[in-house]
T-cell receptor, first 114, second 113 residues
Framework: SQKIEQNSEALNIQEGKTATLTCNYT??????LQWYRQDPGRGPVFLLL?????KEKRKERLKVTFDTTLKQSLFHITASQPADSATYLC?????????????FGDGTTLTVKP | ETGVTQSPTHLIKTRGQQVTLRCSSQ?????VSWYQQALGQGPQFIFQ???????GRGNFPPRFSGLQFPNYSSELNVNALELDDSALYLC????????????FGPGTRLLVL
């Protein structure tokens, strides 16, 4: 069956360091992968999308990589700040489907300590 | 630009009852998806509506049903509520045919006692 795993339920880092979150998938051929941020009691907020034929995407302090051979995506936050503390979700969409039918991982909760 | 809104924010029901949750999509978006998010888990796709018809469904029983209206707003109906239906219900809007992000509302927290 299709499965998405995000590394460790919680990640604690010091302010200023780079946070690296992992998303691994099996039995899946995604057309693209998305990363979302979710704060407690709120809906997910879209951050970045990367397509299967792209290796890397950047947006300000955020960087996403996508390795379809390893079936893995890495999400980096550089120069992390306490305000970056949240749960980060990865989501996959398969080929031939339009937006809005994503399969999500269970998320990684990031805590950035001052 | 108006974002995705959902109502109510919180709801308490008892087992066996029925519930209706509502969602208004983001301005310009014609597709609405519903997700269920249990505590500590990621959102699970329930179904999607486009042009007032169901356009894909996840692994949820028929007692989960929906509607979409001409203005693209949507309802999620759940009959014969079970304790395991307690969750955050999220609505997300997107543009049909577009590859990319979906925009989520704040969710409705449902508690079934």
């Amino acid at each position: 069956s299709q499965k998405i795993e995000q590394n460790s339920e919680a990640l604690n880092i010091q302010e200023g360091k780079t946070a690296t979150l992992t998303c691994n998938y099996t039995n899946y051929s995604p057309a693209y992968l998305q990363w979302y941020r979710q704060d407690p009691g709120r809906g997910p907020v879209f951050l970045l999308l990367i397509r299967e034929n792209e290796k890397e995407k950047r947006k300000e302090r955020l960087k996403v990589t996508f390795d379809t051979t390893l079936k893995q995506s890495l999400f980096h936050i550089t120069a992390s700040q306490p305000a970056d503390s949240a749960t980060y979700l990865c989501a996959l969409d398969i080929r031939g489907t339009n937006a809005g039918k994503s399969t999500f991982g269970d998320g990684t909760t990031l805590t950035v300590k001052p | 630009e108006t974002g995705v809104t959902q109502s109510p924010t919180h709801l308490i029901k008892t087992r066996g009852q029925q519930v209706t949750l509502r969602c208004s999509s983001q301005s310009g978006h014609n597709t609405v998806s519903w997700y269920q998010q249990a505590l500590g888990q990621g959102p699970q796709f329930i179904f999607q509506y486009y042009r007032e018809e169901e356009n894909g469904r996840g692994n949820f029983p028929p007692r989960f049903s929906g509607l979409q209206f001409p203005n693209y707003s949507s309802e999620l109906n759940v009959n014969a509520l079970e304790l395991d239906d307690s969750a955050l219900y999220l609505c997300a809007s997107s543009l049909e045919g577009a590859v990319g992000a979906q925009y989520f509302g704040p969710g409705t927290r449902l508690l079934v006692l």
